[in-house]
Protein backbone atom coordinates (compact mmCIF):
# COMPACT_ATOMS: atom_id res chain seq x y z
CA UNK A 1 0.00 0.00 0.00
CA UNK A 2 1.50 3.06 -0.78
CA UNK A 3 2.52 5.97 1.85
CA UNK A 4 1.45 8.37 0.28
CA UNK A 5 -1.89 7.29 0.96
CA UNK A 6 -1.27 6.33 4.89
CA UNK A 7 -0.37 9.57 4.87
CA UNK A 8 -3.11 11.54 3.50
CA UNK A 9 -5.30 9.32 5.22
CA UNK A 10 -3.44 9.91 8.54
CA UNK A 11 -3.67 14.08 7.94
CA UNK A 12 -7.36 13.73 7.45
CA UNK A 13 -7.48 12.14 10.86
CA UNK A 14 -5.58 14.88 12.69
CA UNK A 15 -7.70 17.95 10.83
CA UNK A 16 -11.11 16.40 11.72
CA UNK A 17 -10.20 15.08 15.04
CA UNK A 18 -9.07 18.88 15.75
CA UNK A 19 -12.81 19.83 14.27
CA UNK A 20 -14.73 17.78 16.27
CA UNK A 21 -13.00 18.86 19.31
CA UNK A 22 -13.41 22.74 18.65
CA UNK A 23 -17.01 21.87 18.04
CA UNK A 24 -17.45 19.99 21.37
CA UNK A 25 -20.42 21.42 23.15
CA UNK A 26 -20.02 20.51 26.93
CA UNK A 27 -15.78 20.62 26.82
CA UNK A 28 -15.92 16.40 26.96
CA UNK A 29 -13.35 15.05 24.46
CA UNK A 30 -11.52 11.90 24.94
CA UNK A 31 -8.51 10.81 22.76
CA UNK A 32 -8.72 6.72 22.26
CA UNK A 33 -6.18 4.11 21.37
CA UNK A 34 -7.21 0.54 20.04
CA UNK A 35 -6.44 -2.50 20.17
CA UNK A 36 -8.48 -5.76 19.32
CA UNK A 37 -9.26 -9.13 17.22
CA UNK A 38 -10.37 -9.17 14.15
CA UNK A 39 -12.83 -12.26 12.49
CA UNK A 40 -12.75 -11.40 8.21
CA UNK A 41 -14.28 -13.26 5.18
CA UNK A 42 -15.57 -12.06 1.83
CA UNK A 43 -18.97 -13.12 0.94
CA UNK A 44 -18.84 -14.40 -2.35
CA UNK A 45 -20.31 -16.73 -4.52
CA UNK A 46 -17.43 -16.83 -7.02
CA UNK A 47 -15.15 -18.48 -4.32
CA UNK A 48 -14.84 -20.79 -1.57
CA UNK A 49 -13.98 -19.31 1.19
CA UNK A 50 -13.24 -19.51 5.39
CA UNK A 51 -13.29 -16.68 7.49
CA UNK A 52 -10.13 -15.92 9.31
CA UNK A 53 -8.09 -14.23 12.50
CA UNK A 54 -6.18 -11.05 12.00
CA UNK A 55 -5.74 -7.78 14.14
CA UNK A 56 -6.35 -4.14 14.16
CA UNK A 57 -5.08 -1.07 16.07
CA UNK A 58 -5.22 2.63 16.06
CA UNK A 59 -6.39 6.03 17.26
CA UNK A 60 -9.60 7.31 17.70
CA UNK A 61 -11.57 10.40 19.54
CA UNK A 62 -14.85 10.41 21.00
CA UNK A 63 -16.68 14.42 21.50
CA UNK A 64 -19.85 15.17 22.93
CA UNK A 65 -21.90 16.28 20.25
CA UNK A 66 -25.25 17.15 21.40
CA UNK A 67 -28.27 15.45 24.01
CA UNK A 68 -26.86 11.65 24.56
CA UNK A 69 -25.26 11.63 21.39
CA UNK A 70 -21.38 11.81 20.44
CA UNK A 71 -19.34 11.67 17.56
CA UNK A 72 -16.44 9.29 17.08
CA UNK A 73 -13.68 9.65 14.08
CA UNK A 74 -10.65 7.25 14.09
CA UNK A 75 -7.89 5.84 11.95
CA UNK A 76 -7.05 2.07 12.07
CA UNK A 77 -4.72 -0.21 10.91
CA UNK A 78 -5.23 -3.96 10.25
CA UNK A 79 -4.25 -7.01 9.61
CA UNK A 80 -6.66 -9.83 7.95
CA UNK A 81 -7.18 -12.68 7.05
CA UNK A 82 -8.81 -15.10 4.98
CA UNK A 83 -8.88 -18.52 3.66
CA UNK A 84 -9.87 -19.39 -0.42
CA UNK A 85 -10.32 -23.16 -1.07
CA UNK A 86 -8.33 -24.78 -3.50
CA UNK A 87 -6.50 -27.83 -5.73
CA UNK A 88 -2.85 -28.92 -6.75
CA UNK A 89 -4.60 -32.41 -7.71
CA UNK A 90 -7.59 -33.86 -6.95
CA UNK A 91 -5.83 -35.58 -4.29
CA UNK A 92 -3.95 -32.32 -2.84
CA UNK A 93 -6.86 -29.71 -1.82
CA UNK A 94 -7.09 -27.21 0.98
CA UNK A 95 -7.20 -23.80 2.03
CA UNK A 96 -5.12 -20.98 0.91
CA UNK A 97 -4.26 -18.16 3.51
CA UNK A 98 -4.83 -14.66 2.47
CA UNK A 99 -3.49 -11.73 4.05
CA UNK A 100 -5.33 -8.04 3.64
CA UNK A 101 -3.25 -4.86 5.06
CA UNK A 102 -4.46 -1.36 5.27
CA UNK A 103 -5.54 1.54 6.87
CA UNK A 104 -9.28 2.93 7.46
CA UNK A 105 -10.89 5.72 8.13
CA UNK A 106 -14.53 5.88 10.13
CA UNK A 107 -17.07 8.71 10.90
CA UNK A 108 -19.70 7.24 13.99
CA UNK A 109 -22.62 8.66 15.33
CA UNK A 110 -23.15 7.41 19.04
CA UNK A 111 -26.18 6.80 21.07
CA UNK A 112 -25.43 6.84 24.43
CA UNK A 113 -27.44 4.29 26.80
CA UNK A 114 -25.82 4.84 29.43
CA UNK A 115 -23.38 7.93 28.81
CA UNK A 116 -19.71 7.00 30.00
CA UNK A 117 -20.70 3.55 30.25
CA UNK A 118 -22.88 1.95 27.35
CA UNK A 119 -23.47 3.21 23.72
CA UNK A 120 -24.47 1.81 20.87
CA UNK A 121 -22.13 3.24 17.12
CA UNK A 122 -23.12 3.64 13.58
CA UNK A 123 -22.10 5.51 10.66
CA UNK A 124 -19.19 4.89 7.55
CA UNK A 125 -16.20 3.65 7.19
CA UNK A 126 -13.52 4.40 4.33
CA UNK A 127 -11.12 1.50 3.71
CA UNK A 128 -7.67 1.29 2.15
CA UNK A 129 -5.59 -1.45 1.38
CA UNK A 130 -2.95 -3.15 -0.32
CA UNK A 131 -3.07 -6.70 -2.59
CA UNK A 132 -4.68 -9.56 -1.40
CA UNK A 133 -1.38 -11.33 -0.59
CA UNK A 134 -0.56 -14.96 -0.84
CA UNK A 135 0.80 -15.89 2.75
CA UNK A 136 2.74 -18.73 1.01
CA UNK A 137 4.55 -18.37 -2.38
CA UNK A 138 4.43 -22.52 -2.29
CA UNK A 139 0.10 -22.23 -3.22
CA UNK A 140 0.75 -19.75 -6.18
CA UNK A 141 -0.17 -22.37 -8.52
CA UNK A 142 -3.38 -24.32 -6.85
CA UNK A 143 -6.30 -23.93 -9.43
CA UNK A 144 -9.08 -22.25 -7.06
CA UNK A 145 -12.16 -24.12 -6.56
CA UNK A 146 -15.08 -24.53 -9.12
CA UNK A 147 -12.23 -23.03 -12.02
CA UNK A 148 -9.95 -24.64 -14.64
CA UNK A 149 -7.26 -22.02 -14.90
CA UNK A 150 -7.51 -19.41 -12.32
CA UNK A 151 -4.91 -19.98 -9.89
CA UNK A 152 -3.99 -18.81 -6.44
CA UNK A 153 -1.77 -16.34 -7.44
CA UNK A 154 -4.28 -14.53 -10.31
CA UNK A 155 -6.53 -12.99 -7.59
CA UNK A 156 -4.47 -10.83 -5.22
CA UNK A 157 -5.13 -7.27 -6.89
CA UNK A 158 -8.50 -6.69 -5.41
CA UNK A 159 -10.08 -3.17 -5.21
CA UNK A 160 -7.93 -0.89 -3.07
CA UNK A 161 -10.74 1.46 -2.03
CA UNK A 162 -13.77 0.29 -0.55
CA UNK A 163 -16.75 1.76 1.87
CA UNK A 164 -18.06 -0.23 4.87
CA UNK A 165 -21.36 0.18 7.30
CA UNK A 166 -20.18 0.12 10.84
CA UNK A 167 -22.63 -0.74 13.71
CA UNK A 168 -21.77 -2.00 17.01
CA UNK A 169 -21.90 -2.07 20.82
CA UNK A 170 -19.61 -0.43 23.16
CA UNK A 171 -19.37 -0.65 27.36
CA UNK A 172 -17.27 -0.49 30.23
CA UNK A 173 -15.90 2.23 32.48
CA UNK A 174 -15.07 6.46 31.28
CA UNK A 175 -11.61 5.45 30.54
CA UNK A 176 -11.88 1.66 29.41
CA UNK A 177 -14.16 -0.04 27.23
CA UNK A 178 -14.72 -2.97 25.31
CA UNK A 179 -16.35 -2.87 21.88
CA UNK A 180 -17.92 -5.34 19.65
CA UNK A 181 -18.42 -4.23 15.60
CA UNK A 182 -19.72 -5.63 12.77
CA UNK A 183 -18.70 -3.85 9.19
CA UNK A 184 -20.19 -4.94 6.19
CA UNK A 185 -18.54 -3.87 2.60
CA UNK A 186 -21.22 -2.01 0.28
CA UNK A 187 -18.59 -2.07 -2.33
CA UNK A 188 -17.21 -4.62 -5.03
CA UNK A 189 -13.82 -5.07 -3.32
CA UNK A 190 -13.24 -8.04 -6.02
CA UNK A 191 -13.90 -5.37 -8.98
CA UNK A 192 -10.82 -5.01 -9.56
CA UNK A 193 -10.16 -8.70 -10.83
CA UNK A 194 -12.49 -7.99 -13.66
CA UNK A 195 -10.30 -5.74 -15.44
CA UNK A 196 -7.20 -8.81 -15.45
CA UNK A 197 -8.19 -10.80 -18.25
CA UNK A 198 -8.98 -13.86 -16.13
CA UNK A 199 -10.92 -16.90 -16.95
CA UNK A 200 -13.95 -15.00 -15.34
CA UNK A 201 -14.79 -11.78 -15.60
CA UNK A 202 -17.85 -10.79 -13.58
CA UNK A 203 -16.52 -11.30 -10.24
CA UNK A 204 -18.27 -10.01 -7.46
CA UNK A 205 -17.75 -10.14 -3.04
CA UNK A 206 -18.26 -7.90 -0.09
CA UNK A 207 -15.78 -8.18 2.88
CA UNK A 208 -17.67 -9.11 6.09
CA UNK A 209 -15.37 -7.80 9.77
CA UNK A 210 -16.31 -8.64 13.00
CA UNK A 211 -13.93 -6.79 15.25
CA UNK A 212 -13.60 -7.62 19.22
CA UNK A 213 -11.21 -4.84 20.70
CA UNK A 214 -10.68 -2.63 23.99
CA UNK A 215 -10.44 0.90 23.94
CA UNK A 216 -8.37 2.96 26.45
CA UNK A 217 -9.80 6.79 26.93
CA UNK A 218 -7.65 9.95 28.02
Do not use: C, W
Amino acid sequence: MSLKIIFFVTILFLFTQESISQRNFDGSNFLGITGGYTMFDIMTSDFNTKQAGGFIGGFSTRGAFRNDFDLIFGLNYFSNNVEIFGAASSSETQYIDYNLQGVQLYFLGSYNIIKNYLSVEFGPVLNVSGKLKLKSETFEDYILDGYTSLKAKDIQEVSPVNFHLHGGITGGVKNFRLSAQYQYGVTNMLGKLNKNDLEYDNFKGNSSLIVLAGIFYF
